[in-house]
């Protein structure tokens, strides 16, 4: 089954800003909430969006999320090295009747 | 504390069966559909089932049709995914999680191999 579309890589120095895209179609990320996981080396999974662009309690506000139409967007700013992991998008796809993961972006502070 | 637990994972020769199951705590399980997500080593996140409040409802992706069952026992707050037929390419770390309220487990690792 497919997956939505993320950027392998991205990178930035501490400080700055990264964005990472996350490309699907409208049967999941344009009609269904997305989220975004944050996953550290050697740990599980972590959600730092919900519902499109909802925190949990304990992410900080650097972290923001955003969709329009088949893609959605999450933000980092004042890039820190404890931001340093892999980043996943996800969306039910209710044509396929699944739940879908993208296919993973790696965040590297230089 | 809010939290899941699985166990259950280890090593099966093909063509086995495994168990997993995953306890929560801290939240109203019984109101709340869950899910089984699996990662093979060094490859990203694949969702596996999920399962209504009650179990009344399950789905599957393609790939756990007909060889893995999704079920739970709310009166002790356990989630459980029974995989038959076991398959090298099923190796990887099995989490359930909850995710409307955003609560992942730790994982267990299941290995195929003879």
């Known amino acids: 089954q497919s997956v939505l579309t993320q950027p392998p890589s991205v990178s930035a120095a501490p400080g700055q800003k990264v964005a990472i895209s996350c490309s699907g179609s409208?049967?999941?990320?344009?009609?269904?909430?997305v989220s975004w996981y944050q996953q550290l080396p050697g740990t599980a999974p972590k959600v730092v969006i919900y519902e499109n662009n909802k925190r949990p309690s304990g992410i900080p506000d650097r972290v923001s999320g955003s969709k329009s139409g088949t893609s959605a967007t999450l933000g980092i700013t004042g890039l820190q090295t404890g931001d340093e992991a892999d980043y996943y998008c996800?969306?039910?796809?209710?044509?396929?009747?699944?739940?879908?993961f993208g296919s993973g972006t790696k965040v590297t502070v230089l | 504390e809010v939290q899941l637990v699985e166990s259950g994972g280890g090593l099966v020769q093909p063509g086995g069966s495994l168990r997993l199951s995953c306890e929560a705590s801290g939240f109203t399980f019984s109101n709340s559909w869950m899910h089984w997500v699996r990662q093979a080593p060094g490859k990203g996140l694949v969702w596996v089932s999920r399962?209504?409040?009650?179990?009344?409802?399950?789905t599957y992706a393609d790939s756990a049709k007909g060889r893995f069952t999704i079920s739970r026992d709310n009166a002790k707050n356990t989630l459980y995914l029974q995989m038959n037929s076991l398959r090298a390419e099923d190796s990887a770390v099995y989490y359930c999680?909850?995710?409307?309220?955003?609560?992942w487990g730790q994982g267990t690792l299941v290995t195929v191999s003879s």
């Open positions: 996800g969306a039910w796809d209710h044509s396929l009747n699944v739940y879908l």
């Open positions: 999680a909850n995710f409307g309220r955003s609560i």
């Open positions: 409208s049967s999941n990320v344009e009609s269904n909430f």
């Open positions: 399962i209504n409040s009650d179990g009344g409802s399950t």
